[in-house]
């Protein structure tokens, strides 16, 4: 849990604060804290420091979104943090830096502290333990929170359970997809491509299913797969599939989909967070940490790949299925 920051003295209404933010991660990482920046979003000036490609999908509530991968920011890190340049890191003035890392040895505090010397610095671990039955989104929450900065965690989670919080593009239609993502970037999250082609035949025949246009959408992390699947093409004909599509192809493909599929990965928190209907499979990863948010997802956690899950999964679908209107 995250301890108290000292609180918010002399915040002052109307007093444009400028907030940094820094969190590193992957796609479903960063989309984590985007509940917590919405809600700080015109309370304060927020600069974001993040990776891609979540920082996509931050640049809509914050007033700046740096990349961590691009120059200047390898100071940070560095034992000779070069504080003579004259702009040592992209963004040379914080009053509020809030910084989610591991920094065993100091060196990130102590950098920050001197590259920003008039400003509050904390720094918190990136997640919460693994025996800690709290969602990362609200231990953000609560971290941010904790600083003294105007936001409420308890709000957060209601809004990022009962509203959509990126809106894609404009829909030109109806729902008309049934969309399976049957990766993540990690194999043990995964259940066998086996388990997908039984999961796709079984939602495909159903009458509820049999209307929409079956989509199966592959990223990086899924290039062994693209083979197999091509290589079924008797089940998943006349299936499209896209591999690795660019943010605006994948939008609209989420914002179309009557139903969405996947493991837990940072496709399922998009397809969460944009309202899709939305079924979330969990294997070996803990959903009360890592379940997606949004106002229509439901999570089947089962580690064994059986005709249980199948049944389990099959019955979300089609109830889920059936909030698209």
């Known amino acids: 849990m995250c301890g108290p920051g000292g609180g918010f003295a002399g915040w002052v209404t109307g007093q444009a604060l400028?907030?940094?933010?820094?969190?590193?991660?992957?796609?479903?990482?960063?989309?984590l804290i985007l509940p917590s920046l919405k809600e700080l979003s015109g309370k304060a000036t927020i600069h974001f420091a993040g990776r891609e490609p979540g920082l996509g999908f931050i640049r809509e509530?914050?007033?700046?979104?740096?990349?961590?991968?691009?120059?200047?920011?390898?100071?940070?890190?560095?034992?000779q943090p070069f504080l003579s340049q004259p702009f040592p890191l992209p963004i040379s003035k914080a009053d509020w830096v809030v910084a989610f890392y591991k920094d065993e040895e100091g060196i990130i505090g102590q950098n920050l502290r001197q590259f920003f010397p008039n400003a509050k610095i904390f720094l918190f671990q990136a997640f919460p333990p693994k025996s800690e039955s709290i969602h990362v989104a609200r231990y953000l929450a609560e971290c941010l929170e904790s600083t003294g900065l105007p936001i409420n965690s308890d709000a957060v989670m209601d809004e990022a359970a009962g509203s959509p919080l990126i809106s894609g593009p404009r829909a030109t239609g109806n729902r008309n997809r049934v969309v399976l993502h049957p990766g993540s970037g990690d194999s043990n999250k995964n259940h066998p491509p086996d388990f997908w082609l039984r999961l796709f035949r079984t939602c495909m025949e159903t009458d509820q299913f049999a209307q929409f246009k079956p989509t199966l959408l592959?990223?990086?992390?899924?290039?062994?797969?693209?083979?197999?699947?091509?290589?079924?093409?008797?089940?998943?004909?006349?299936?499209?599939?896209?591999?690795?599509?660019?943010?605006?192809?994948?939008?609209?493909?989420?914002?179309?989909?009557?139903?969405?599929?996947?493991?837990?990965?940072?496709?399922?928190?998009?397809?969460?967070?944009?309202?899709?209907?939305?079924?979330?499979?969990?294997k070996e990863t803990n959903p009360v940490q890592w379940g997606p948010l949004g106002p229509h997802v439901r999570i089947i956690h089962r580690?064994?790949?059986?005709?249980?899950?199948?049944e389990l999964v099959k019955a979300a679908a089609l109830a889920m299925g059936s909030l698209a209107g």
Not at 24 to 31: Q, S
Not at 303 to 310: G, K
């Open 218 to 282: 592959l990223g990086p992390a899924e290039v062994p797969l693209k083979a197999f699947f091509e290589r079924c093409e008797d089940v998943f004909k006349p299936t499209e599939i896209l591999f690795c599509p660019n943010k605006e192809q994948l939008l609209g493909v989420l914002k179309s989909a009557a139903l969405y599929l996947g493991h837990d990965s940072g496709i399922t928190h998009l397809s969460g967070f944009m309202g899709t209907p939305t079924v979330a499979l969990f």
């Open 61 to 79: 509530v914050v007033f700046n979104a740096m990349d961590l991968e691009r120059a200047g920011w390898h100071r940070l890190f560095s034992e």
């Open 303 to 310: 580690r064994e790949t059986d005709s249980i899950l199948l």
């Open 18 to 31: 400028e907030v940094l933010v820094i969190r590193p991660g992957a796609l479903g990482d960063t989309l």
